[in-house]
């Protein structure tokens, strides 16, 4: 299962590299959309029967990603006034990173940490299993 996180962020740094490079060959509208279009394509990646269709989805799904990364980033960039330019840009990936966290750690609040039970809750809980057992036999 950890491939999948792999994946998507091999794909992430890919779909940057790539993505960037189009945006200045066929501008940043087409990009966007073509980018935007690719990532709603990549809704159906649980829905794929093979593990390995699943990765190649995943992948897709992260060069989408990724590919929106720089290209909206320098639309917003050029859009703001130049003498706020660095702070508002500053304040937003700090804002967004922020947000991320909070939003995780909602997350884990409400549902929990996953995690896998010990060894020794795993002996504990059948000897409590046998104790209960015996006593109901005695």
Do not use: H, K, N
Request: hydrophobic residues 50%; glycine residues 12%.
């Amino acid at each position: 299962m950890a491939a999948l996180p792999a994946v998507a962020l091999t794909g992430t740094v890919l779909g940057s590299l790539v993505w960037g490079r189009a945006a200045d060959r066929i501008g940043r509208r087409a990009t966007i959309l073509i980018s935007a279009l690719l990532f709603l394509g990549t809704t159906v990646c649980e829905a794929m029967p093979t593990f390995g269709g699943t990765l190649v989805m995943y992948a897709l799904m992260g060069m989408a990603a990724g590919g929106m990364l720089p290209v909206v980033y320098a639309l917003m960039t050029e859009s703001l006034p130049p003498g706020r330019r660095a702070a508002i840009m500053v304040l937003q990936a700090g804002l967004t990173t922020t947000g991320g966290y909070m939003a995780a750690s909602g997350t884990v609040a409400a549902y929990g940490v996953p995690t896998r039970p010990s060894s020794t809750s795993v002996a504990r809980r059948r000897r409590s299993r046998a104790s209960a057992r015996s006593a109901t036999s005695a």
